[in-house]
């Protein structure tokens, strides 16, 4: 098994840029389907979402949580209370952070991450297209008969679903279906705290809405979160990660165009 660790050499090149004479959907359409009841996770997904560079991030919800979702999401993204909306810039989804309020439509073939307790509804087959985040606790309930070191489990149960496993932890393993195999430990102890994986989350699916290639936006996503853990330092919490993002992506943004080489 080929397995490499994670940096932005394997995927800074396929990193999104905005170009000089684009428009918001240009950038994509984020699809945030809110938690029941806890809200506060799915605040997170969007705003980490939405710092990622996304051109507009929609958070749907029921109608006893849309004024929670109205009052308390920062003016930039939208909230509606209609579960089965539909935009047709729509360019990638996330379920699960924080619990469920609506089975996931299967149906619509764009890029989705699965978080959470979207982890308990999955068919037996998805598509590469879907990128599923469970921590280690998470993925001994989703694969009960998968065992063995995290990097072969990963593997097998991406090759299982012909989804994309990030199995979270001090050391994160992204595998592919293809059985691509990438170990992130560019990572912090300090990320061990509530509403860091709503985040990661959040911030995955602002890369797929940008059309970033899955893989290549998983592996980016658990890099630049650990990236942030390790420039806070202690004492961080999960919404402090959103505020550092912007200076993390100059910085690849200038890395990729060689104007400020060497930083990392």
């Not at 979402?49 to 029921?62: D, I, N, P, W, Y």
């Not at 949580?65 to 935009?87: K, V």
């Not at 509804?121 to 065992?147: M, N, Q, R, V």
Request: glycine share 10%; with cysteine.
């Amino acid at each position: 098994m080929d397995i490499k660790s994670n940096s932005p050499d394997l995927w800074n090149e396929a990193l999104p840029v905005k170009k000089d004479s684009g428009h918001k959907y240009d950038a994509g359409h984020a699809f945030i389907y809110a938690a029941p009841e806890m809200t506060g996770a799915t605040r997170l997904a969007a705003t980490a979402c939405a710092r990622m560079g996304v051109g507009l991030v929609t958070v749907l919800c029921k109608d006893d949580t849309y004024d929670i979702f109205r009052g308390s999401l920062p003016a930039h993204i939208i909230a509606r209370n209609d579960l089965s909306y539909y935009h047709d810039k729509l360019s990638a989804r996330l379920y699960g952070s924080g619990g469920m309020a609506c089975k996931i439509d299967f149906g619509v073939d764009v890029p989705t991450v699965l978080d959470a307790a979207a982890l308990k509804h999955l068919p037996e087959t998805l598509s590469p297209h879907y990128i599923l985040t469970p921590h280690e606790g998470e993925f001994a309930k989703t694969f009960p008969d998968i065992s063995g070191d995290k990097e072969n489990a990963a593997r097998v149960a991406a090759q299982m679903v012909n989804a994309i496993i990030v199995l979270k932890g001090q050391k994160t393993v992204i595998a592919a279906p293809d059985g691509r195999v990438v170990v992130n430990t560019h990572a912090s102890p300090y990320l061990a705290t509530g509403g860091t994986g709503d985040v990661l989350a959040g911030m995955i699916t602002g890369l797929l809405a940008q059309k970033m290639p899955s893989f290549e936006a998983a592996c980016a996503g658990v890099w630049m979160h650990g990236e942030a853990g390790i420039a806070l330092g202690a004492g961080l919490v999960a919404s402090d990660i959103e505020i550092i993002l912007p200076k993390i992506l100059t910085m690849l943004h200038q890395r990729k165009n060689h104007s400020k080489p060497g930083f990392l």
